[in-house]
């Protein structure tokens, strides 16, 4: 019902920026939170960062500074810009998103098929 389209992982070497887009498609009425999560080898799945459909932004203490999220509502497209990225940042990366499907009363919860991010020492 909900497709999500994620672009922008990729290689890069430490000090270096990358930018992550997902943009969202099917029946939906509105989305809500979108966000990035990601996961390491080994780890939990963690948040990095979420936007409210008012712009409201929230970040995890290890990005804050270094990352930014934002939105196009009219695009239903969610984009973080990740900028002194470290070897530490090395993880797949997994958009979000929370809709309201067409017809449906209640929020539905969607997740992107991940891209990989790798930051070389």
């Known amino acids: 019902q909900v497709q999500l389209d994620e672009s922008g992982g990729g290689l890069v070497q430490a000090g270096g920026s990358l930018r992550l887009s997902c943009a969202a498609s099917?029946?939906?009425?509105?989305?809500?939170?979108m966000g990035w999560y990601r996961q390491a080898p080994g780890k939990q799945r963690e948040l990095v960062a979420s936007i409210t459909r008012g712009g409201t932004t929230n970040y995890a203490d290890s990005v804050k500074g270094r990352f930014t999220i934002s939105r196009d509502n009219a695009k239903n497209t969610v984009y973080m810009q990740m900028n002194v990225l470290k070897p530490e940042d090395t993880a797949v990366y997994y958009c979000?998103?929370?809709?309201?499907?067409?017809?449906?009363?209640?929020?539905?919860?969607?997740w992107g098929q991940g891209t990989q991010v790798t930051v070389s020492s």
């Open positions: 979000n998103v929370l809709v309201y499907l067409i017809g449906s009363i209640s929020l539905s919860n969607y």
């Open positions: 099917g029946t939906i009425f509105s989305i809500n939170d």
